[in-house]
């Protein structure tokens, strides 16, 4: 490692090494492309009036829709067109859900009994608070034997059905 001098008219004199100077190590930010804020449309106001309407009325389209003075089919477009719409939408979906369910939960506690019966029907299937039917069918197999094969399957079991009717 050999040491130089290096003579500046403005700096004066520097000592100078064959080591190179260890350098702060910088971040980059990438840059942003900065986008142009444009002025809402139609559709976005509509869009917005929509989802404030949605919230009201927990998620009811033709509620919202007469509030909003639009047509449902114009509010489906925007829903299969426009993901964050979409998903605005589906989330005031899920908070109606948990509206309901914490109404039902309070009725709960208030011991009304078909919100509990309701409850264990629905929640309760896994500890056995299930209505089932039981239906009994009666299946009888042919004989292979009888079925020659020539005539379809259909007019052979019309042929056996006629027969056990008789």
């Not at 949605?54 to 047509?71: F, M, W, Y």
């Not at 998903?87 to 979906?93: C, L, P």
């Not at 004989?143 to 059905?161: H, I, S």
Request: glycine content about 4%; proline content about 6%.
């Amino acid at each position: 490692m050999s040491t130089h001098y290096l003579l500046s008219p403005t700096k004066g004199v520097k000592m100078m090494t064959d080591k190179k100077p260890k350098k702060k190590p910088t971040q980059k930010t990438p840059l942003r492309k900065r986008t142009p804020r444009k002025k809402p449309n139609k559709v976005d106001t509509h869009k917005k009036e929509l989802i404030a309407a949605l919230e009201q009325s927990l998620g009811i389209v033709t509620t919202a829709c007469t509030a909003v003075k639009i047509s449902r089919p114009i509010y489906y477009k925007y829903y299969n067109t426009d993901p964050v719409f979409k998903k605005s939408v589906d989330s005031i979906g899920e908070m109606a859900l948990d509206t309901a369910e914490s109404k039902l939960h309070q009725l709960i506690k208030e011991g009304n009994p078909t919100a509990i019966i309701f409850y264990l029907k629905t929640k309760g299937k896994k500890r056995g608070y299930v209505e089932r039917q039981e239906i009994e069918a009666r299946v009888s197999s042919y004989n292979q034997g009888e079925w020659d094969g020539e005539e379809t399957p259909e007019a052979y079991l019309q042929r056996t059905l006629s027969q056990t009717t008789k």
